[in-house]
């Protein structure tokens, strides 16, 4: 049983910054691509960023694109959120999981999910 608890959120002002941290039990971490999702009040739950198992072309939501950045350490099983230049539209709950296989967009590509993280950004 893969188990991934994710932290770092918190209350922050627009133009912050925040690091999300994940971290996963398990000895076939980096074996496996890992993304970001997250989900605001009253709406559905959304891609936000992923990477593959080692770490190269991550890719992106539109929306964060340019600011949002994720990376991991296999050595760690930890994978890593920083988000940038945040916005009040940015307020969610953001999760980790781990992909079925490569990287994807939807979450059903994915089989196992943190408890999630609350991050609000004030304006």
């Known amino acids: 049983q893969v188990q991934l608890v994710e932290s770092g959120g918190g209350l922050v002002q627009t133009g912050g910054s925040l690091r999300l941290s994940c971290v996963a039990s398990?000895?076939?971490?980096?074996?496996?691509?890992m993304g970001w999702f997250r989900q605001a009040p009253g709406k559905e739950r959304e891609f936000v960023a992923a990477?593959?198992?080692?770490?190269?072309?991550?890719s992106f939501a539109d929306s964060v694109k340019g600011r949002f950045s994720i990376s991991r350490d296999n050595a760690k099983n930890t994978v890593y959120l920083q988000m940038n230049s945040l916005k009040p539209e940015d307020t969610a709950v953001y999760y980790c999981?781990?992909?079925?296989?490569?990287?994807?967009?939807?979450?059903?590509?994915?089989?196992?999910w943190g408890q999630g993280t609350q991050v609000a950004v004030s304006s």
């Open positions: 398990g000895r076939t971490f980096s074996s496996y691509a």
């Open positions: 990477t593959s198992w080692s770490g190269g072309t991550p």
């Open positions: 999981a781990r992909a079925t296989g490569g990287m994807g967009f939807a979450d059903s590509t994915y089989d196992y």
